[in-house]
């Protein structure tokens, strides 16, 4: 395989991780910048990105990407893995996160390499609640604080805890979900950083300082010292955040947000995306920039990496890092090996809707996009879908006898339409675009449209479905729209996958 090209369009821009990459977590060692996202119910877990600059990120690798790693047969959708914090200390890499399924809680990896392998899990099985952070002292105490403002010293080598967890800081009185603690020595202080009034339009981010890492902690005066809460900015939900320091002493913020469309509410479909905003420092307090898509220049020479091919003709023996499943993925149902320059993908569930289906995607990055596959039905049944979980998902579906749309919106599951299959290997595709009617109240976000590439390369558009069905605002949760091939019953085999940007 070749290598991959160079990007050429280095125009700062937010987001810097568009698509469904919530929760970053970064850290800098020398002049490289390291972040992890969340990953909920898709393995394997935990992608992991590379920045020479901050604003160009290369995934290398995913942090669990290996079954005994990850146990996901019982998160529900928007379950799993929760809100990493990803850190650097004594020559290696921690990782700290929650996985939120019945065989979950809190575990810690390390890597001496942040491309892997990383470690089996650590239990920690004493950390109470969510969004588990790491800090240590000079003399090597470490302390995990959690959501809620709990805070327990722990030896992250074992996951063993010791003494009671205490409340340190929960944010402003009565805000909503104090979340997202990171806490940092900065100077003279201890600086303790937090997300409170939900991952909703009310989100925002606080900090508090004192000269413990344990309190007490004196709040800003300025809080929140970020929020797009009542404002008619194109990025909300601003939250989750976590600050970095740049070679040049510069300070940054990484946090996430989302790109609402239509009318009202306004719907996200690529879910809560990662941004970067300049951070100074005032009398000892953050101020930070407001979160734009257009982005000031970092006071560093651009450094562009490889960028992700949007083609995929599965010639590797392994898919590539970007390509993500629901809950599990076995060679035994994913292969690119069974027949060399395919994917194979052999059902487990019986559509869409199955908690257990076989299905291997991409995130969508793109507010306009086509994607295609050219599939081989075999004598199995699968398609081209996009996923927002079981219950709101649209597919193209295809067997040797019948081609047909599905769209499952809640309890609602219905056939859209049909048409014969031809003989042989066809090519579904998929595309989001404007809605046709002009912009008001209740237009939605876009439409999504479903049909089959002729010989001839037009397109047949078999069914045209409104996108606000694939949002979180209707579907709820906490992931975003991922566009992949799934088998719902027998094999089914695809010779290629192409994701075409359109607009953005």
Known sequence: MSPLPDRTDARPANPVLPGFHPDPSVCRVGEDYYLACSSFEYFPGIPLFHSRDLLHWTQIGNVLDRPGQLPLATAASSGGIYAPTLRHHGGRFWLMVTNCSKDGGNLIVTATDPAGPWSDPILAPDVPGIDPDLAWEEDGTCWCTVAGGWQ??????????YGDPHRVWAGGPGAKAPEAPHLYRIGAYWYLLIAEGGTERGHGVSIARGTSPTGPFEPCPDNPVLTHRGTDRPVQ??????????????????????????????????????????????????????????????????????????????????LRPGWISVRERSDA????????????????????????????????????????????????????????????????????????????????????????????????????????????????????????????????????????????????????????????????????????????
């Open 152 to 161: 327990v010293r722990i030896d992250p080598a074992t996951g063993k805890t």
């Open 237 to 318: 939900n601003t939250g989750h955040a976590d600050l970095v320091q740049g070679p040049d002493g510069s300070w940054w913020m990484v946090l996430l947000g989302v790109r609402p469309g239509g009318g009202t509410p306004g719907w996200h479909v690529l879910g809560r995306e990662t941004f970067l905003t300049p951070v100074t420092w005032v009398d000892g307090w953050p101020v930070v920039g407001e979160v734009d898509l257009e982005l000031p220049e970092v006071p560093w020479p651009l450094r562009p990496g490889p960028v992700e091919a949007l083609r995929d003709d599965f010639d590797d023996a392994a």
């Open 333 to 504: 149902h994913c292969s690119t090996e069974e027949r060399p320059g395919w994917l194979t993908l052999r059902a487990r569930g019986t559509s869409l809707d199955a908690p257990d289906v076989m299905f291997t995607g991409r995130r969508q990055q793109h507010a306009a996009f086509r994607a295609r596959a050219l599939m081989d039905p075999g004598q199995g049944r699968g398609g081209l879908g996009v996923r927002l979980d079981e219950q709101h998902h649209y597919a193209i579906e295809a067997s040797a006898e019948e081609i047909r749309v599905v769209a499952r919106i809640g309890s609602l599951r219905t056939v859209v339409a049909t048409r014969p299959a031809p003989r042989g290997p066809v090519t579904l595709t998929v595309s989001a675009g404007d809605p046709p009617l002009p912009h008001g109240p209740c237009t939605g976000p876009d439409v999504l449209s479903l049909g089959v590439e002729e010989a001839d390369g037009t397109v047949t558009e078999l069914a045209v479905l409104d996108g606000r069905h694939l949002s979180t605002e209707v579907a709820g949760g906490f992931t975003g729209r991922v566009i992949g091939m799934y088998a719902a019953d027998g094999t089914v085999h695809f010779d290629w996958f192409d994701y075409e940007p359109l607009d953005d």
